[in-house]
């Protein structure tokens, strides 16, 4: 339900889970504002298994995402499904444009546009997207029944491609630099313990082969030398770098890896501004469905001050 209203009082850039749950709080506070956000559920749409999140014994990312989203839209809240790409000041506040070239204004703004997947940054690396190469286990795995694939990293999102790929492919290497899994030690226990599941330590992946999709990959081991394995699929589970462009359109202040530096109430180094989520320095760096949740519901409480005090 969208109206034809285009000034709030705040908008959220963003509909992962920081954004969904800052507009269930500003909802509490009787905010009008409007969520913008260019994926519904953003990365923890992506999650095949979610077993960390608090009433949830285990369920999809997909399914938790749209849990969230029913609750956003019980309480009458629009999402624009839309791309944020500029942000200018204007009068006392703020005006974005969209990729659809549409207009909104905003007295305040929260950002929420988490991060997108890492790059290997191999060559031709871009040239076998969709040709057996994937950043998603829970989008493309279904495409590799009884084949044999590779996931390459060694934390917690690695090991969850690894476990969900190994219940449909034949084989499944798990490809990690360092000499032992990192992340939650349940999930490492699983990984090491299923019979389909390989998994390659010290080891780096140094060329994809193949013409017109992959073939096999080269890898590099600083103790064992070279080797190649035949693989129909990959899958680049090496964490995550923040979404820079609206930070650099705001010159906000962020820290050395480019997330953006925040207070304890969520402000960043610009008055209006307010990030949550994964895309900031805060929770720790611990950058969880719950962390993000709890950093939208704390942007959302601020803001709320802050308009109140500008009354
Ligand atoms: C495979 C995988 C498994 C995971 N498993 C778990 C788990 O089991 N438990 C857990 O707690 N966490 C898990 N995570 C981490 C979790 O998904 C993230 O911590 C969480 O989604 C961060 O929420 P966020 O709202 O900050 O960002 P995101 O979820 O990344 O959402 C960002 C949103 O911003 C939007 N956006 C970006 N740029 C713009 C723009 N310019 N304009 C408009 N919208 C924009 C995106 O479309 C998206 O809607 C997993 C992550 C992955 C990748």
């Not at 034949?170 to 299923?194: A, F």
């Amino acid at each position: 339900m969208i109206d034809n209203k285009n000034n709030y009082s705040l908008i959220i850039v963003g509909a992962g889970p920081a954004a969904l749950t800052a507009s269930i709080y500003a909802s509490r506070y009787n905010l009008d504002h409007l969520i913008i956000g260019e994926a519904i559920g953003g990365l923890a749409f992506e999650a095949h298994k979610i077993c960390n999140f608090p009433t949830e014994i285990e369920i999809k990312g997909a399914q938790l995402v749209e849990k969230i989203q029913k609750h956003v839209e019980s309480l009458g809240n629009p999402i624009v499904a839309d791309r944020v790409v500029g942000i200018d000041h204007e009068n006392d506040g703020f005006k974005l444009t969209t990729q659809s070239n549409k207009k909104f204004f905003s007295k305040t703004i929260l950002l929420a546009p988490g991060t997108r997947h890492r790059k290997l940054n191999l060559p031709n690396e871009k040239q076998f997207i969709g040709k057996g190469l994937s950043y998603c286990a829970t989008c493309d795995a279904m495409f590799y029944r009884d084949k044999i694939v590779a996931v390459i990293g060694g934390s917690d999102s690695a090991h969850t491609a690894s476990l969900y790929l190994a219940e449909i492919a034949k084989k499944v290497y798990q490809i990690y630099r360092k000499d032992r899994l990192r992340g939650e030690t349940l999930w490492i226990n699983q990984v090491e313990n299923n019979n389909k599941i390989e998994v390659i330590y010290n080891t780096e992946i140094s060329e994809i082969e193949g013409k017109d999709k992959i073939k096999s990959i080269k890898l590099t081991n600083p103790y064992k030398g070279e080797d190649k394995i035949k693989i129909d699929g990959l899958f680049i589970e090496i964490g995550t770098v923040p979404q820079k462009a609206l930070i650099e359109e705001l010159s906000l202040e962020t820290n050395e890896a480019g997330y953006i530096k925040i207070g304890i109430d969520q402000k960043t180094s610009k008055k209006g501004v307010w990030a949550a989520g994964d895309i900031t320095n805060g929770a720790n760096n611990f950058r969880q469905i719950i962390t993000a949740c709890s950093e939208g519901a704390i942007a959302s409480e601020n803001i709320f001050k802050f308009l109140q005090e500008k009354k």
